[in-house]
């Protein structure tokens, strides 16, 4: 049985322009001590889809539509508030994007890393404390005694996601769902930043989500990787499958238009237009408009997703169908 | 080089560092740019590459002037623009202009498409009215953008369009020089890539000079001739693109390019990255000596005392480190 399985999520936004439709019917599972990575464009539903399991979406405007999300016997979507606050920060837990913003300035580091352990485990201060500074050093914080001391803005950039690290996993949880966890970091910071998310995988056996719109961070990092945009997912498959045999053109697309270190001087290959407006429905396919291989049957039903080969799910009609073969 | 187009010479800009609001004092000085010496020729492309706070964008601003040089000397076209005084700076402005990093800030949002190009045109240029509309309309298709967009305002356009316009924007007065900070960092991956192909043919088209500044060292191989790379305020290697990337000679260039994540999963498995411990230091309190040396796996104990000196390695392919010879 999986750790936890998504069934069907819709989360809408009823703005005053129309309804947002953010994340339209997504399913996905993961297993214990896996690592799936979520990868698409900002305004894709990633972020989203990730923040609805933790009932972290304000409500309203936004609103868990339908879905199943079910995590040790608990349905994450429909339970009650405080069930789910037993399980929010002690066995699922999440790092947010912008470390500069994710702690409260006015708080020392010791009180915001023990916070967690005092609402979950009832545990007296001065163990947790000693917890806090285990916690810190197997992060990477040297001098740890007096640094957890300090005030956010005293950390670098890099410092204060370790910080965000620390306090994620203290409670040691079963899934780490992290949202673009190193997009505010400087390439060097952020390669010893995935560095040390993998160590602290490795160490407490837990699985991680990985939200991020950079094709090379997911390669390197996960087991099995979705592909989503505007709100559905179009292609998830094992990472090698995914990057070497795309069974959906936007993923293609979406691979062939980064510039990579080898390749020098001839044009890049473009995705044309933009992409769709999800206050409007969409008829069929999301990507259709945009993509080269399209034909009239593209918008005319919602695609689903498929599995084509073994964990290798696609929601191209037509590569479903088999008139269409990538590469 | 004597004919290079643009050459800056130990360019040195320090912001001082100011605590008190009565009795204002100085209490110490953020070296951003501190002592650069380059030289481009005319029609050639420039990455300038280097983590937050490098002084990259600082550097771009200096050459411009739209920050004045602490120190140090641009030459444009063979003309001295420290020396120029006010409103002769105003008037050679016509010839540089900079695309900015974030295309929701830099448009000012009550202006239509019309109003913010022709501003730009007639700032410098003396156009007759009845010429503006087509040569407004020229510029927009020249960027990739219809015509019927003279009208709107930058609000009705997305990110990718919006940039599209101040592209246009810096291109209105036909400037020889160009400084991009970051034109794409804003950008979804999808719509980066149109940007920088547009980028890349205009430069070749209207033989533009351009200073392409970026984090991103896959953009910044894809679109420039040479590269420059930054390290608190002063350039620590500097060659062709596919030289200091693929033959990186600086063990600060050589993190930099570990560190960048490939779209690849089987040749991610299996590279050596390199991973530097700490944070960039900070250029108000910068280290002795060579200033990466407290993060550089290569230092030895002269690195702290030895300020290293540009070095020629190969052919068109220098770096500042006093090891050089010895770990390449």
Request: charged share 20%; with cysteine.
């Amino acid at each position: 049985m999986p750790l936890l399985q998504v069934e069907n999520l819709r989360t809408y936004f009823h703005t005053r322009n129309g309804v947002v439709r953010a994340v339209n019917g997504v399913s996905f599972a993961i297993d214990k001590g896996e690592t799936l990575g979520i990868v698409g464009e900002s305004g894709s539903g990633k972020s989203v889809a990730g923040y609805s399991l933790l009932g972290l979406i304000p409500q309203p405007p936004g609103r868990i539509e339908s879905g199943r999300a079910m995590f040790d016997g608990v349905d994450l979507l429909s339970c009650p508030r405080h069930a789910l606050q037993k399980i929010r920060g002690k066995r699922i837990s999440m790092i947010f994007q912008d470390p500069m913003t994710s702690l409260n300035p006015y708080l020392r580091i010791e009180d915001q890393l023990i916070e967690p352990l005092l609402i979950h485990d009832r545990i007296d201060r001065s163990v947790a404390m000693e917890m806090a500074m285990q916690m810190l050093k197997q992060v990477g914080i040297q001098d740890a005694a007096t640094r957890i001391q300090c005030y956010p803005h005293e950390f670098s950039g890099g410092m204060r996601q370790r910080v965000m690290i620390a306090m994620a996993l203290i409670t040691r949880p079963d899934l780490l769902i992290a949202d673009e966890p190193t997009t505010a970091l400087d390439v060097t910071v952020q390669a010893q930043i995935l560095e040390l998310i993998k160590k602290m995988q490795n160490d407490l056996g837990m699985a991680v989500i990985l939200i991020s719109h950079d094709l090379g961070v997911v390669s390197g990092f996960c087991d099995r990787v979705l592909v989503m945009y505007a709100g559905r997912i179009m292609e998830s498959a094992a990472t090698d499958d995914l990057f070497y045999r795309p069974l959906h053109p936007y993923n293609q697309a979406l691979q062939k238009s980064r510039p990579a270190l080898q390749s020098k001087g001839a044009e890049l290959y473009t995705i044309r237009g933009l992409p769709p407006d999800l206050s409007k429905p969409i008829a069929g396919c999301a990507f259709a408009p945009r993509c080269e291989h399209a034909n009239d049957g593209c918008s005319l039903n919602e695609p689903e997703l498929q599995e084509l080969e073994p964990r290798h799910h696609t929601s191209c009609v037509r590569v479903q169908k088999g008139d269409l073969k990538l590469k | 080089m004597s004919e290079a187009f643009l050459q800056l010479r130990n360019l040195k800009t320090h912001f001082p560092v100011e605590r008190g609001l009565v009795f204002r004092r100085r209490v110490g000085t953020v070296k951003a740019v501190d002592g650069v010496s380059l030289a481009m020729a005319k029609g050639e492309i420039l990455g300038l590459v280097g983590e937050s706070g490098c002084g990259k964008s600082t550097l771009g601003r200096t050459v411009l002037h739209l920050v004045p040089p602490t120190e140090g000397v641009v030459v444009l076209a063979g003309r001295n623009l420290t020396q120029l005084g006010r409103d002769e700076l105003r008037e050679a402005r016509a010839d540089f202009q900079m695309i900015f990093q974030d295309p929701y800030a830099s448009l000012n949002p009550r202006m239509t498409v019309f109003d913010a190009l022709t501003e730009a045109m007639l700032a410098h240029r003396t156009i007759p009215a009845p010429e503006l509309p087509a040569r407004v309309s020229a510029l927009l298709e020249r960027v990739g953008l219809s015509p019927r967009c003279l009208k709107k305002y930058p609000h009705e356009f997305s990110g990718g369009q919006r940039q599209r316009i101040a592209i246009a924007r810096a291109l209105a007065v036909e400037p020889k020089l160009i400084i991009a900070d970051e034109p794409v960092s804003a950008l979804d991956v999808s719509i980066q890539s149109q940007i920088i192909n547009l980028l890349f043919r205009l430069s070749r088209e209207m033989g533009l000079t351009m200073i392409f500044i970026s984090h991103d060292l896959s953009v910044v191989k894809h679109i420039s001739d040479r590269i420059a790379v930054m390290y608190l305020g002063k350039i620590v290697e500097l060659g062709s693109a596919a030289d200091v990337v693929e033959r990186p000679l600086h063990p600060y260039t050589k993190a930099l390019v570990s560190a960048v994540p490939l779209p690849d999963p089987r040749r991610e498995r299996q590279r050596q990255r390199v991973i530097l411990p700490g944070d960039p230091p900070s250029p108000m309190n910068p280290p002795s000596g060579c200033p990466f040396h407290p993060r550089c796996p290569q230092s030895i104990e002269k690195c702290s005392q030895v300020v290293p000196a540009f070095e020629t390695f190969r052919s068109n392919h220098e770096a500042a480190c006093i090891r050089l010879k010895e770990i390449n």
